[in-house]
């Protein structure tokens, strides 16, 4: 448990990463002979086109995986059972009556997040994987700072405005009117991007125009399931004012794993996939003319935006303000001063004395009532590993006395 918490009393509102969206696989359109084809069968082939071969064994396609078995339709109108790689490799070079024209639904799909979902229709299909947030193309954004990937903003939690102008990886423009146009030209074109500026609906139902990339992703922080990097300590930045992070660095998950960041497409795949992630010292910036800036504290940090002309102050917060329960029961592993509680100790809550002989029991009372609620009774005294040395405490001041003198 981190003592001291930190807040920054300015708010950065700056971009943290200059971006844009594409998509992860080349998507081509399959032309049949049919005249009477209809753009439905266009987005089903150029999905199937898109799939490429999982990790897992299965079929990437997006942010969903297509396992097998599954079926196919051929032109003749039959269908063929998919039970593997080499199965679903010889259907897409069929030809003649043999060639593949759509999926055959329902169609079972796995999201990232590991939950199977049921397709019902080519539409469903395409909508989904227009849904995705895209993992390719964000460097481009990162140069231009005024394209955007095109694919459906839920993730971010924005509704699109239509008409939407955009552009192809050959800055070919397109338009569309609605969303079912633009789902049609996601999954039928290759690279194409949201051309700037583009009016959305945020979460307040207020109609927004971003106006270039750094926009775009201060809106994105404002929805609940996207998060900013942590710096160290807590401490969380939108952004980095006139200067840009530099590649490689380091991020922690939630979950403890350290993973390099090679590129904007990673990073950008990271933050718009809702992971919590906490960048790690040292890393580098960039300014305005090039220079390399490294930061391997808070300090140099706090001065390379001060450079950017832009003062952080970082005051502590009183600890005493947490309850003296939790600052003893939560701080046994002070790096300064280690301890053991010398148990049993007593705790009043809701009208009643618990006597406490574990950290379970503790926590068995901690659950049960509001933190607030619950009070030491005194004296109790825990410990010092360093030297067997026992500290004995009479009131909550004396506990938080040691606790902020062993920082």
């Known amino acids: 448990m981190k003592l001291l918490s930190k807040s ?65 339709v051929l032109k003749s109108g039959s269908t063929v059972a998919i039970q593997n790689q080499a199965a679903f490799d010889a259907a897409m070079n069929a030809t003649g009556a043999d060639r593949v024209v759509a999926f055959a639904f329902p ?16 539409r469903d299909l395409a909508e989904a994987y227009a849904s995705c947030v895209p993992n390719q193309g964000w460097e481009r954004a990162a140069a231009s700072g005024d394209l955007i990937p095109a694919c459906l903003l839920g993730y971010v939690c924005l509704e699109i405005v ?14 569309a009117n609605d969303e079912t146009e633009l789902i049609d030209l996601i999954v039928s074109i290759d690279t194409l ?50 200067n840009r992070l530099a590649f490689p660095f380091n991020v922690q998950t939630s979950n403890g794993d350290i993973i390099t960041v090679d590129d904007e497409n990673e990073y950008a795949g990271l933050i718009l996939n809702g992971a919590e992630i906490e960048l790690l010292f040292p890393f580098s910036l960039i300014d305005e003319n090039d220079n390399i800036i490294p930061i391997n504290n808070l300090d140099d940090l706090i001065v390379a935006y001060n450079g950017c002309g832009i003062e952080i102050v970082i005051e502590p917060v009183d600890i005493c303000e947490t309850p003296a329960h939790v600052l003893l029961f939560f701080n046994t592993a002070l790096i300064d001063c280690r301890y053991s509680i010398n148990y049993p100790l007593q705790l009043a809550a809701g009208g009643q004395v618990f006597t406490i002989n574990t950290f379970i029991e503790y926590f068995g009372v901690y659950n049960a009532y509001n933190l607030n609620e619950i009070d030491m009774v005194y004296p109790v005294s825990i410990t010092l590993l360093s030297d067997g040395s026992t500290v004995t405490f009479n009131n909550d001041q004396d506990i938080c006395t040691f606790i902020a003198n062993c920082q």
Not at 8 to 35: A, H, R, Y
Not at 49 to 70: E, H, I, N, Q, W
């Open 8 to 72: 920054i009393l300015l708010f950065l509102s700056v971009g943290i990463l200059i971006t844009s969206c594409k998509k992860d696989d080349q998507i081509n359109t399959t032309v049949p002979e049919n005249p009477n084809y209809t753009p439905d069968t266009i987005i089903v082939n150029s999905l199937m086109t898109a799939l490429k071969p999982g990790a897992s064994g299965d079929l990437d396609l997006g942010c969903m995986r297509v396992g097998y078995p599954f079926d196919l």
């Open 193 to 242: 991007y949201f051309a700037l500026p583009l009016t959305v609906i945020n979460l307040s139902g207020d109609q927004v125009e971003i106006n270039d990339v750094a926009t775009f992703f201060e809106l994105a922080f404002d929805c609940e399931l996207i998060d900013p990097p942590v710096v160290a300590d807590g401490i969380q930045f939108n952004g980095f004012a006139c």
């Open 107 to 122: 169609l079972l799909v796995t999201k990232a997040d590991g939950s199977a979902v049921q397709i019902g229709s080519n």
């Open 162 to 175: 239509y008409p939407v102008n955009l552009v192809d990886g050959n800055d070919q423009p397109y338009t």
